[in-house]
Nanobody, 123 residues
Framework: QVQLVESGGGLVQAGGSLRLSCAAS????????MGWYRQAPGKQRELVAT???????NYQDSVKGRFTISRDNAKNTVYLQMNSLKPDDTAVYYC?????????????????WGQGTQVTVSS
């Protein structure tokens, strides 16, 4: 099982920056992909950014050029640097990890989620 601990959320003014951190209990070398999702009140959870073990990144169009996902393998941590924040970025942000778990019968992917961290951007 993978445990994810998120930190870095808070209250900022529009145009400000935050860096979210997600520390994994297992080496991220064993994780196929990691990413950040967010959910605003009354809305569905949506993808923000993903990072695969192959180094490929994907971003939601609304955050391209403003957000950057990165990792520190030595610390088993994935980061989300958020710049030029807008009020529309206000949401609970969740860290996600996909790990391939195997047995004698084969392998299957499993998703793990952090507890979420609140990001609030004021006008």
């Amino acid at each position: 099982q993978v445990q994810l601990v998120e930190s870095g959320g808070g209250l900022v003014q529009a145009g400000g920056s935050l860096r979210l951190s997600c520390a994994a209990s297992k080496s991220i070398f064993s994780i196929n992909a990691m990413g950040w999702y967010r959910q605003a009140p009354g809305k569905q959870r949506e993808l923000v950014a993903t990072f695969t073990s192959g180094g490929k990144t994907n971003y939601q169009d609304s955050v391209k050029g403003r957000f950057t996902i990165s990792r520190d393998n030595a610390k088993n941590t994935v980061y989300l640097q958020m710049n030029s924040l807008k009020p529309d970025d206000t949401a609970v942000y969740y860290c996600n990890a996909e790990k391939l778990e195997c047995s004698a019968y084969g392998c299957s992917p499993h998703d793990y989620w952090g507890q979420g961290t609140q990001v609030t951007v004021s006008s």
